[in-house]
């Protein structure tokens, strides 16, 4: 049996980098990792949820996505931060819990895609303010828009970071985020806005622009040399 490394004093572990901490953790001190998702906890756990449509869905990513990074830690590439790593596990554990549960939202999803194809078009970055709380409208979107468009128009990612952190090339994300863009405009009633001579026949305070009608039971009451003239 390997005798675990005699435990660092708090301070220790709190001076490391994320860097430091995980080849810590990876030469059999655990403590270390739980000082590394201590340090990182508020963000991840936005992360799942902005990924997630529940909080126990999110939840469940975020338990998933750092037992999986606890016992993957050896095969991180130091090919980009720590942070950023733990975020993707995180996401893709939260998309996997999407997936799962996706036929629960079938008919949310058809119903956006018969809007989107029957919808005049239009700009849906002009129509749409991607900084409002999006935690229920992002439902109307398939796992794959829905990661789109939270890691490039919530995360902040770029596109290039974005294809990287779902494995998908960078024209998939663009497109992605075209078509997720344009479904939350339209489930959040962002269409082309009536205008003021598109009035309804017979609504209340309508003009009508045509010949004037003469009601028989009125009396008109100008002058009658005016009505001869």
């Not at 109307?140 to 596109?159: F, K, N, Q, T, W």
């Not at 970071?161 to 009633?189: D, F, N, Y």
């Amino acid at each position: 049996m390997t005798d675990l490394p005699p435990p660092l004093h708090p301070a220790a572990y709190e001076a490391m980098t994320d860097a430091e901490l995980l080849d810590v953790h990876v030469a059999g001190d655990h403590r270390a990792f739980g000082v590394l998702f201590t340090r990182h906890r508020d963000h991840l756990w936005c992360a799942a949820r902005r990924y997630s449509v529940s909080p126990d869905d999110a939840e469940d990513a975020l338990q998933e996505g750092m037992i999986k990074a606890f016992v993957t830690a050896r095969a991180f590439r130091k090919d980009c931060a720590v942070r950023s790593w733990l975020h993707r596990i995180v996401a893709n554990c939260a998309l996997d819990i999407l997936r799962r549960k996706r036929s629960q939202r079938q008919l949310v999803t058809s119903v956006a895609d018969e809007l989107t194809a029957t919808a005049a078009p239009l700009d849906p970055m002009a129509t749409l303010d991607l900084a409002m709380s999006m935690t229920g409208i992002l439902d109307c979107l398939s796992p794959e828009l829905r990661a789109a468009v939270v890691a490039v128009d919530i995360d902040g990612m770029s596109v290039a970071e974005a294809a990287e952190l779902l494995g998908v090339p960078t024209g998939t994300i663009k497109s992605r985020c075209a078509r997720g863009r344009t479904k939350l405009a339209l489930a959040a009633g962002h269409l082309r806005p009536r205008h003021s001579g598109d009035a309804v026949p017979g609504t209340p305070g309508e003009r009508s622009t045509g010949s004037r009608t003469t009601d028989p039971h009125s009396t008109d009451t100008r002058n009658p040399d005016s009505r001869s003239a």
